[in-house]
């Protein structure tokens, strides 16, 4: 089994800064990517940015400049620098990871729990 456990949210003022972590664990054959989503109470999960192994990245228009998305590849983790926050990114921040399981030869598509953000003005 793979599991995500999603850290680092809280409660942050308008301009603030959070950096969310995400660590993958389990019996892990091959990460090969991994990113952060996002759901506002009575919104659909929306992408915010994604990254390969091999370091590609990707981010939604709403967060470009912002927010900052990195990875460790030895130790499964994956990092999301949140820079100059604002209310309209207050959500629950899911971790997911595309994983190839031991033992297995397709990958997988997983998800934390989750971890709520809030921006107040």
């Known amino acids: 089994q793979v599991q995500l456990v999603e850290s680092g949210g809280g409660l942050v003022q308008l301009g603030g800064s959070l950096r969310l972590s995400c660590v993958a664990s389990?019996?892990?054959?091959?990460?090969?990517?991994m990113g952060w989503y996002r759901q506002a109470p009575g919104q659909q999960r929306e992408l915010v940015a994604h990254i390969t192994s091999g370091g590609t990245t990707n981010y939604a228009d709403s967060v470009k400049g912002r927010f900052t998305i990195s990875g460790d590849n030895a130790k499964n983790t994956v990092y999301l620098q949140m820079n100059s926050l604002k209310p309209e990114d207050t959500a629950v921040y899911y971790c997911?990871?595309?994983?190839?399981?031991?033992?297995?030869?397709?990958?997988?598509?997983?998800w934390g729990r989750g971890t709520q953000v809030t921006v107040s003005s």
């Open positions: 997911n990871a595309a994983v190839r399981p031991i033992g297995t030869i397709y990958s997988g598509n997983y």
């Open positions: 389990g019996t892990i054959f091959r990460i090969d990517a």
